[in-house]
């Protein structure tokens, strides 16, 4: 996928993927795609409130697409929403170079000790 994170906390991470490679059969990005960057950004952040000795469940992902893109790459910012002592709850908003809102994905994981 060519994922590429350059900030990583619980609270908020950024992360890049490029668009070559990771296109439907129509050459822009699969919403798949989407959803996997912003799946490796909000279970990732989970983790890190998870902490020590336990670990982040994916329980649900909500996707919605708005737009989409045939070049470049893009960005993923994910913000925590809730963070909790069991759960928690993240927002990806996914853009291209230029800024524009292309799928906004929330995700929620589950804690458990690993």
Do not use: W
Request: glycine share 14%.
């Amino acid at each position: 996928m060519g994922i590429v994170f350059s900030q990583l906390t619980a609270e908020h991470s950024v992360a890049t993927m490029p668009v070559e490679g990771n296109t439907q059969p129509f050459g822009v990005v699969h919403g798949g795609a989407y959803v996997v960057l912003a799946e490796s950004l909000g279970s990732g952040a989970a983790n890190l409130h998870a902490g020590e000795g336990r670990v982040a469940m994916g329980i649900e992902v909500n996707a919605s697409h708005t737009g989409s893109t045939a070049s470049g790459t893009v960005t993923g910012v994910c913000t925590a929403i809730k963070l909790g002592r069991t759960l928690t709850v993240h927002e990806i908003a996914i853009s291209d170079d230029a800024g524009r809102r292309l799928s906004t994905v929330r995700i929620t994981n589950l804690l458990r000790d690993a």
